[in-house]
Every structure is written in structure tokens, then in C-alpha cells.
């Protein structure tokens, strides 16, 4: 008896590819893929091809990278799904900042993120399937058995009451794409704020982003979580305001409310109190 993963290969194969443009192919792949579409038949807006990748590649702005980058309407390049698909290589990325500045300290930021790509994807080679298991302890004062393994239902519903959050958790899953500081505000609420093992949210992001690999996605929640460096990563709201420019809390119906307003000292006390 064939399995729904071989009879989703062998509708993969079979898929026409002459149709000549994205309107038609919409439609077409929800019919050929209806068992997988389902309830969410969302389309993301990012165009997939070379051609996409290489106009965003040519207007990519390394200075302004730079000094832009923690926005969430900073200048990023976009090329995120275009690396994780092998549409453009990491060195056409390199070579591309190159020629745009006279000196390559100027797109230092720009370069490093290239860096960290490549490291990860070097350990994904090595470790493989161990990146899905904690690297190292929790340096947070709790044990792995003091995280759930379930993502809270409100926060997938998008219903928390947190504006921040059921954004993210919103945009996330109806475009498949995050700007990666809101991806780390998203992580760290879920591990530290909501006290769940990290898995479970690397296998949310997944599931859903476009540029989402194991390599990436894993280290850095595991990052967050502090399986994968030194100390945790968490956030308060004067942070959040500053790059996101106060757009969620201005309305935010927990503003006067909001469990991430204090200065990171007294954060640490309440999420870390066996921290030592």
C-alpha cells in the first residue's frame, strides 16, 4: 500500500512545469496538492527563480545593513530563501558585497552573517540529526525537564493578548517569513517567558518558514535558549519598542500589562531565579 509521503513524491514528479507564470501555478498546485494544502492555502507574496534572487542580490545595501539591520524596517537583503533553496550560493553573496564596498570592514555585519551561515551549515554536515538534541545544558537554572514540549495553543492561534506576539506568531505562518530580531523576540518568549523546550519551537518555525533549515533554525534557537552558548537570550520591552518603533505596543491591550517592561536585571530574577 503506498504511503501519503510517496504518493506526495510521486505528484512532486509528475508536476507540470511549462505553465509559464506564477498566477497560473497557484491554482494548480493547490489542486495537485490539495491533501497538503488543506485549511491553509495562504501564498506567500516572495517570488521563487534566479531571476528574483539575482534582483535582489543586485540591490542589496551593505552600509545600510550595517547600521540598519536590527529594524524590523531595516534594510535586509532577502536572500534567505534563496541560500536555503541552493538558488544563489553564499560566495555570489560575498563577492557581490565586494563590489559595493572599497573596504570589506564597511560590510563587516553584512559579511559575518555570511559567515555564521557557513559555520552552521558545517556543523549540520557534522553532527546531522544531534542538532535536533541539546547541544549543551540550559544555562538558565532550569533543567530540560522543567520545559513543556508543547507550543501554548494561544500563542499558534495568534491569541495571546500580547500585540508582539500574535503578530509574529501571524505573520510567521500566513507569509512564512520573519525579520530575524522578531524571530528572536518570538523565541525567546516561547523557551523563557513561556518555559517550553526549544524543539518544539524550531519545528513551529519550520514548518513554516521559507528559508527554514535545520542548520540555522536549530542553532539559533538553541542560541536563544542557551543549549548553544554561554549565557540566555532575552529581551525587554524598551528593546522590542526601540527596533520594532513602537508599533505593537501602542496597540497592545496588555501595555499596562506587559510581562517584558523592566529592566533586564529584574527580567533575569523573575525568569532565571535558580540562575547562579
Not at 495571546?160 to 510567521?172: E, K, N, P, R, V
Request: aromatic content about 12%.
Amino acid at each position: 500500500m503506498m504511503t501519503d509521503s510517496a504518493k506526495d513524491l510521486l505528484a512532486a514528479a509528475a508536476v507540470e512545469r511549462r505553465l509559464g507564470n506564477r498566477d497560473a501555478y497557484v491554482p494548480y498546485l493547490r489542486q495537485v496538492f490539495a491533501d497538503v494544502v488543506g485549511e491553509d492555502d495562504t501564498v506567500s507574496e516572495t517570488y521563487g527563480g534566479l531571476g528574483a534572487a539575482q534582483e535582489r542580490l543586485a540591490n542589496i545595501q551593505p552600509l545600510r545593513y550595517g547600521k540598519r539591520r536590527n529594524f524590523l524596517t531595516g534594510e535586509v537583503t532577502g536572500l534567505s530563501a534563496y541560500l536555503r533553496h541552493g538558488v544563489i550560493s553564499l560566495a555570489a553573496v560575498r563577492d557581490r558585497v565586494r563590489q559595493l564596498v572599497d573596504d570589506p570592514s564597511e560590510a563587516e555585519a553584512l559579511l559575518q552573517q555570511l559567515a555564521w551561515r557557513d559555520y552552521w551549515q558545517r556543523l549540520y554536515a557534522h553532527w546531522g540529526d544531534r542538532l535536533w538534541q541539546d547541544i549543551e545544558p540550559y544555562k538558565t537554572g532550569w533543567s530540560a525537564v522543567d520545559y513543556a514540549t508543547d507550543l501554548p495553543a494561544a500563542l499558534v492561534a495568534a491569541e495571546t493578548g500580547l500585540a508582539c506576539m500574535d503578530a509574529f506568531s501571524s505573520d510567521l505562518q500566513r507569509t512564512g517569513y520573519l525579520h530575524n530580531h522578531a524571530r528572536l523576540w518570538l523565541a525567546a518568549y516561547v523557551v523563557h517567558w513561556c518555559r517550553v523546550r526549544w524543539q518544539a519551537g524550531a519545528a513551529w518555525f519550520l514548518q513554516h518558514l521559507l528559508d527554514g533549515d535545520p542548520a540555522s533554525n536549530n542553532l539559533s534557537w538553541q542560541w536563544v535558549a542557551s543549549t548553544f552558548s554561554h549565557k540566555p537570550y532575552f529581551f525587554n520591552r524598551q528593546n522590542l519598542e526601540r527596533y520594532s518603533d513602537g508599533k505593537y505596543c501602542r496597540q497592545c491591550p496588555m501595555s499596562d500589562r506587559c510581562p517584558f517592561d523592566a529592566t533586564y536585571e529584574e527580567l533575569a530574577a523573575r525568569l532565571f531565579p535558580h540562575k547562579t
